[in-house]
T-cell receptor
């Protein structure tokens, strides 16, 4: 079983749609969780951290379910500029030298 | 300064060449990383430096040699690479637990 699993997509949605990505992780001791966004031929950029209480940043909502070892990202009112690959990222270790584990990414295309 | 700066942005090298990739951050982050990313794949960890000491080498071939001259700089020395080493090489830094990584824009390396 992969340490971090994501549905690779692709997800093709119309502008204005709501889209949800899911991610599962295998290490129950994982400490912190993130969603990154990566545009074609660019570096990954931190979109948001994911907390147990859930967190929201504008049109983006992230949820963490530790019992089910499950992370989600919801994008409301999709924009063309949201088209990218979304990477689920998990930090399995506590300590100063962190080793983030990346999911394989979910590709999103928002269509006009 | 909230950036990680990588140079060069593009590099073409022959299999007998020696070259170096450079990475710099001035955010006071004590952990720095080298990742390799092939097309349509997530980043793969190569090396981790924590407090200027190499803490993780993910079984990377010796033709890749990392160096951390000080807390702000990270180099990756390349020698006798193979065409399959062509990829996007990403540098990242982090400030500790519960914080994501900040990635540089990467060096796109082509080995001919």
């Amino acid at each position: 079983r992969k340490e971090v699993e994501q549905d690779p997509g692709p997800f093709n949605v119309p502008e204005g749609a709501t889209v949800a990505f899911n991610c599962t992780y295998s290490n129950s001791a994982s400490q912190s969780f993130f969603w990154y966004r990566q545009d074609c031929r660019k570096e990954p950029k931190l979109l948001m951290s994911v907390y147990s209480s859930g967190n929201e940043d504008g049109r983006f909502t992230a949820q963490l379910n530790r019992a089910s070892q499950y992370i989600s990202l919801l994008i409301r009112d999709s924009k063309l500029s949201d088209s990218a690959t979304y990477l689920c990222v998990v930090n399995p270790a506590r300590g100063s030298a962190r080793q983030l584990t990346f999911g394989s990414g979910t590709q999103l295309t928002v269509l006009p | 300064d909230t950036e990680v700066t990588q140079t060069p942005k593009h590099l073409v090298m022959g299999m007998t060449n020696k070259k170096s990739l450079k990475c710099e951050q001035h955010m006071g982050h004590r952990a720095m990383y080298w990742y390799k990313q092939k097309a349509k794949k997530p980043p793969e960890l190569m090396f981790v430096y924590s407090y200027e000491k190499l803490s993780i080498n993910e079984s990377v071939p010796s033709r890749f040699s990392p160096e951390c001259p000080n807390s702000s700089l990270l180099n990756l020395h390349l020698h006798a690479l193979q065409p399959e080493d062509s990829a996007l090489y990403l540098c990242a830094s982090s400030q500790g637990d519960n914080y994501g990584y900040t990635f540089g824009s990467g060096t796109r390396l082509t080995v001919v």
